[in-house]
């Protein structure tokens, strides 16, 4: 709140993944009214008008807004990441001349042969024991009752936390398509490379899209150097929210300093 709107004055959206229980969630959802006050966009749960249209950012100066997943909305999704090509990322999907593949190849191919080591000086020192050897028990208790496995798969979120999830909830991209549906508060994330994908593939269909819903953009998950990507591909298809790495202060990282929508 004190320096939030500095720069600007358009609103703030804090993206949060919350892997946290009922009481802590609910300790969560009181700290940010206490901290933000009015300026938090918050409604009831029960008896919530129906959003047709999001509101513009003028109308929401000076505000902050919580994005966040709603569990009930994501146990209700009959869809699975299987069911969306575009989603499933992979090697396999991305150019053979980027150099981050190669890195996590190369990555991926160190830890194989350590992993190789390990198991071969495990093996050996077993054989020194004998055959007859006898495995030690487990030390935890695997055993579980039928209520048990229920309450576990039980979509739990506290519902002082769901009434600030108003004009940016997080759902699962199911693709962008005709037969594909989603509410006007409903925001999913891309990947880099799933973006870079479906502006060329679907331009226009992702442009279409984000005149009236919000979309976050986030990094490849093999810059593990921190590097950062151009923002401004993904702005100018009307992305909103341009996630950028922070650990290094990169050119890229320079230039999203603008009037633009990125956290």
């Known amino acids: 709140m004190k320096y939030g709107f500095v720069t600007s004055p ?15 969630q609910d300790m969560l959802a009181n700290i940010m009214k206490k901290v933000f006050g009015d300026a938090l966009v918050s409604a009831p749960v029960d008896g919530r008008p129906k959003i047709d249209v999001l ?5 929401l100066k000076g505000r ?28 396999e999907t991305t150019s053979s001349s980027d150099p981050d593949v190669h890195v996590l190849s190369e990555v991926k191919s160190e ?33 579980s009752t039928n209520s048990d496995e229920k309450d576990k798969k039980k979509v739990k979120m506290s519902f002082e ?3 600030l999830l108003v004009y940016t909830v997080g759902v699962k991209c199911r693709g962008i398509n005709k037969k594909e549906t989603y509410a006007p508060e409903h925001v999913f994330s891309l990947s880099e490379n799933t973006a870079n994908k479906l502006l060329k593939e679907s331009m226009v269909d992702l442009i279409k899209h984000n005149q009236d819903h919000v979309v976050r953009i986030y990094p490849k998950g093999v810059r593990i150097s921190s590097t950062n990507y151009d923002p401004h591909r993904y702005w100018s298809a009307g992305a909103q929210l341009v996630s950028l790495n922070w650990q290094t202060c990169g050119m890229h990282l320079c230039l999203s300093v603008e009037p633009c929508f990125s956290h």
């Open 10 to 24: 358009y609103p703030i959206i804090i993206s949060a993944e919350v892997h946290c229980g009922l009481t802590q």
């Open 55 to 59: 509101p513009s950012p003028e109308e």
């Open 64 to 91: 902050v807004l919580l994005k966040a997943k709603n569990l009930y909305v994501s146990e209700s999704e009959s869809l699975h990441a299987k069911d969306v090509a575009f989603e499933i990322e992979s090697s």
């Open 111 to 143: 830890l194989k042969k350590v992993g190789n080591k390990v198991l071969g000086r495990v093996g050996s020192r077993r054989g020194s024991f004998g055959k007859h050897t006898q495995t030690p028990p487990p030390l935890v208790s695997k055993t």
């Open 161 to 163: 936390l769901l009434a």
